[in-house]
């Protein structure tokens, strides 16, 4: 009888949204994510979202073809049908042939069935944690189950897909307010190996999000772990210089100084303290460092350059296309590892380079006249033109003293 339950009882058909797209009937996998046959699992996400409505087949024929490029839609949709169900067979399952249902002219999801849906158990818990009703440390385990769920973006391989991107926005909307209610309990109770953990899922779902960065810094900090926070910071500051060309806001620098301070006058053994001044490996590069760094080291040069009456250049170093424009994309990404490299097989090991913007390199050359240091950029110029596979990027470097303070 069609719509009725197998006679061999299924204990769970558990779906995942979150992430990759996944169906498991009592944990076999029904879909192969490698095959390249997604349509057919599109048509069936597509019956689990809207399994509570009634759907038309013109409606799947928009969703399937967008643009209109089935000549015969209603016999493809056929097909996507028998497709679906075919995979369903072949993994053994006994109601294969009753996952997708045809009644009233239209298909449909067979709701008889024990299907677990992550994103309504997602939805519930957020419910749930949003709940002014509940107790507040049950409204916070069910934030964090619901973040725990939350595996991926929804169904984040399609996420242009013209009728995932409202789901996928919303989905990832009550997400982060899980994460923000979370956060604000767990910190004023003191839970900073949960914040620590909160924060790392949700960082691995926006990596740009500065509050996050900070909130998990500080949660280091509180469980004393603030060699991870410094060094947290330095990969934070490296991509956003790499991929926004912007440095991290005021919290996130002033924690940083703080830490390097406290760090500093924390140790009181010399011998200790050189140790952990000196490099583990001297080589012959030029030292490479974060903006900050760099910013603190021209100061100090500086403020030692009318002293010493030396010279010192700083230089910039640019990368565009042959009309001016900044590069894209991955000709970006590997211009700009191939001129670090060139940068470092050019320079002295008593020079510092550091990342100023995504398509610049700013240098500092102590102890050098204006004919060596625009020798230097001739020559950085012509390694980097020589090993490039971009034809259309090109670099240019200019050249200024560095002004000292003057008393």
């Known amino acids: ?97 009753d996952v997708i249902q045809f009644r009233n002219g239209n298909y449909q999801l067979n709701n008889a069935l024990p299907w677990k849906m992550d994103f309504e158990q997602f939805e519930t818990l957020h419910k749930n944690a949003m709940d ?144 952990a001044l000196s490099e583990s490996e001297v080589n012959n590069d030029a030292f490479y460092c974060d903006f900050e760094v760099f910013r603190n080291l021209y100061r100090l040069e500086a403020r030692a350059a009318e002293r010493a009456g030396q010279a010192v250049f700083v230089g910039l170093l640019t990368l565009a296309t042959d009309d001016g424009e900044l590069p894209e994309g991955e000709a970006l990404n590997k211009s700009m590892a191939l001129l670090l490299e060139t940068i470092h097989q050019s320079l002295r090991r008593g020079d510092v380079v550091s990342r100023f913007s995504l398509s610049q390199y700013i240098l500092m050359l102590p102890t050098i006249t204006v004919e060596n240091a625009e020798m230097v950029l001739r020559r950085v110029k012509s390694k980097f033109s020589s090993l490039s596979a971009f034809e259309d990027i090109h670099l240019d470097g200019k050249i200024q003293p560095l002004e000292p303070v003057m008393s």
Request: contains cysteine.
């Open 132 to 275: 002014d009703s509940l107790p507040a440390d049950e409204r916070v385990e069910q934030a964090m189950q619901a973040i725990d769920l939350y595996q991926g973006d929804f169904l984040e391989e399609q996420v242009y897909e013209d009728w995932v991107l409202p789901y996928n926005t919303y989905y990832r909307s009550l997400f982060f307010k899980c994460v923000e209610y979370a956060l604000e309990y767990l910190e004023e109770t003191g839970r900073n190996n949960d914040v620590e953990l909160v924060c790392s899922r949700a960082l691995a779902i926006d990596q740009f999000e500065e509050s996050l960065h900070l909130a998990y810094m500080n949660a280091l900090v509180r469980q004393d772990k603030k060699s991870a926070a410094l060094s947290h910071y330095t990969k934070v500051a490296d991509m956003f210089f790499r991929e926004m060309g912007v440095t991290p806001c005021d919290e996130m620098r002033e924690l940083y100084q703080e830490l390097s301070t406290s760090l500093n006058n924390a140790e009181m053994d010399l011998l200790t303290i050189k140790d």
């Open 1 to 97: 009888m069609p719509g009725a339950p197998a006679k061999r009882r299924t204990k769970e058909i558990s779906v995942r949204f979150f992430g990759t797209f996944q169906v498991l009937v009592d944990g076999v996998v029904i879909n192969d994510s490698s095959s390249r046959a997604k349509r057919p699992w599109i048509l069936l996400q597509y019956l689990m979202v809207y399994r509570r409505k009634t759907v038309s087949r013109q409606q799947l024929m928009d969703a399937l073809w967008p643009d209109g490029t089935s000549e015969q839609p209603d016999k493809a949709l056929k097909n996507l049908v028998y497709r679906v169900r075919t995979a369903f067979s072949g993994k053994g399952v006994p109601f294969a042939q």
